[in-house]
Nanobody
Framework: QLQLVESGGGLVQPGGSLRLSCVVSGFPLDYFSMGWFRQAPGKEREGVSCINTSPESIRYADSVKGRFTISRDTAKNTVYLQMNSLKAEDTAVYYC???????????????WGQGTQVTVSS
């Protein structure tokens, strides 16, 4: 059974950095496209970034381009989201997800983690 477990969230000041991790168990990481999504209170869930191994493909939402970096370590079966230059508007619950298509649409992902809270505040 596929399971996704996120970690690494927390409270950070504007301009700071955090690295989120998503450990995948039950299947090799290369079986899926992996995405990071976020949902702020009162807002819809939005795609942040996604990564696929074959063919190699990485996508970012315009709002995070140049600040966030997605990566994957197949030996550890883990996907990361390095978040730099964080802003207050990045505050949200962040979810990782596994799917068959490398898109930023949540409907393309069938398996989800429980989420990790990221709060950017001074």
């Amino acid at each position: 059974q596929l399971q996704l477990v996120e970690s690494g969230g927390g409270l950070v000041q504007p301009g700071g950095s955090l690295r989120l991790s998503c450990v995948v168990s039950g299947f090799p990481l290369d079986y899926f496209s992996m995405g990071w999504f976020r949902q702020a209170p009162g807002k819809e869930r939005e795609g942040v970034s996604c990564i696929n191994t074959s063919p190699e493909s990485i996508r970012y939402a315009d709002s995070v381009k140049g600040r966030f970096t997605i990566s994957r370590d197949t030996a550890k079966n883990t996907v990361y989201l390095q978040m730099n230059s964080l802003k207050a508007e990045d505050t949200a619950v962040y979810y990782c997800a596994a799917g068959a298509r490398n898109t930023l649409r949540s409907s393309d992902y069938a398996s989800w983690g429980q989420g990790t809270q990221v709060t950017v505040s001074s």
